[in-house]
């Protein structure tokens, strides 16, 4: 499969991450839940140094639970500090607020100790496309408007929402690119929609989609889809889903291609049920 990401697109984000990188002293890094080693960027591992790392598995509504709690105890295990949450969701928000502010205090405290003042802890959201940023800068800054909603003016900072007198997060997240190191993690990423429709073949991806499904989560498969044969290949599943659905071209011929656009919608909106992709360790 050939992916275009274009390359001036890469290093005009790349230089804007690595200015906003030198501001801040806490990373919040956003991966899908659903395909947290497809989703990540190690390009940047290096940069991370030296910062305070937090590892979100956000869209954790939509993955496989059982599995969640693998990829939880794999971060643990590397002493990267990891949490699963539902950017939607208000009480994974609160959750997830108690433990920014619980790191950025303890950095706080490690810099007052070490320099004698009390430095505002700055963080910043980081992730692919369409993995949730904007929507969880929104939740988190949401509950920091609503706290100090009687105090005019506190979190219009320009660039900075405060969250708390000594915690601020940048308002904009930075933009990382997916990896395109091999067939599968593409795949992956064009599942969960962080490549974009135009640039992928839909029903190449879509019949790729299917037949993974039959290995994965038969049961999910035939339930939404109402298949009585999964063991065909993708295009012939993807030709059988459209004539079940009624999504005909003139001629009686299955729209395929309309077809495939659905069924990956349909994935992305969570519709399948809870499926995780990928486990620590996998070759992707
Ligand atoms: N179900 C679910 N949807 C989410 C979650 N986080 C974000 N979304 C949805 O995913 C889509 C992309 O989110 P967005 O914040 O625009 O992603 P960004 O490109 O990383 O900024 C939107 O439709 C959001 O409503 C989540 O945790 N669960
Ligand atoms: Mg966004």
């Known amino acids: 499969m050939n992916i275009n990401w274009y390359p001036g697109h890469m290093a005009k ?14 990373v919040i890094e956003l991966l899908d839940a659903r395909a947290p080693s497809s989703s990540s960027n190690p390009d940047f591992n290096a940069l991370y140094a030296g910062k305070v790392r937090y590892v979100v598995l956000n869209k954790s509504d939509y993955a ?11 971060f643990e295990k590397q002493n990267i500090k990891a949490i699963a949450a539902n950017a939607l969701n208000n009480t994974d928000i609160k959750r997830v607020r108690d433990l920014l502010f619980d790191l950025a205090k303890a950095k706080q405290l490690e810099i007052k100790q070490r320099k ?18 904007s929507t969880f800068i929104n939740s988190i800054a949401g509950a920091a408007k609503a706290k100090t909603g009687d105090k005019p003016g506190v979190t219009k900072a320009r660039q900075w929402v405060r969250i708390t007198p000594y ?21 992956h990423l064009a599942y969960i929609g962080s490549i974009k429709e135009e640039i992928i073949d839909i029903e190449e991806v879509a019949a790729h ?61 969570g519709l399948l049920g809870a499926t995780t992709l990928e486990l620590p360790d996998n070759d992707l």
């Open 64 to 74: 496989d639970k059982t599995k969640t709690e693998t990829w939880l105890n794999h």
């Open 13 to 26: 984000a790349k230089q804007m991450m690595q200015e906003s990188l030198k501001l801040v002293d806490m």
């Open 167 to 187: 915690f601020e997060l940048l308002d904009t997240p930075g933009m990382l690119w997916p990896r395109l190191d091999n067939a599968r993690t593409g795949l």
């Open 116 to 133: 004698g003042i009390n430095k505002t802890i700055r963080a910043m959201v980081v992730g692919i496309p369409n993995v949730g940023k």
């Open 209 to 269: 989609f299917l037949e993974d499904m039959t290995c994965l989560y038969p049961r999910h498969l035939s339930e939404r889809y109402k298949l009585e044969d999964l063991n065909q290949d993708g295009h012939k599943l993807l030709e059988a889903i459209a004539a079940k659905r009624g999504m005909l071209k003139p001629g009686m011929v299955p729209d395929t291609e309309r077809c495939a656009r659905v069924i990956l919608n349909e994935y992305q909106a």
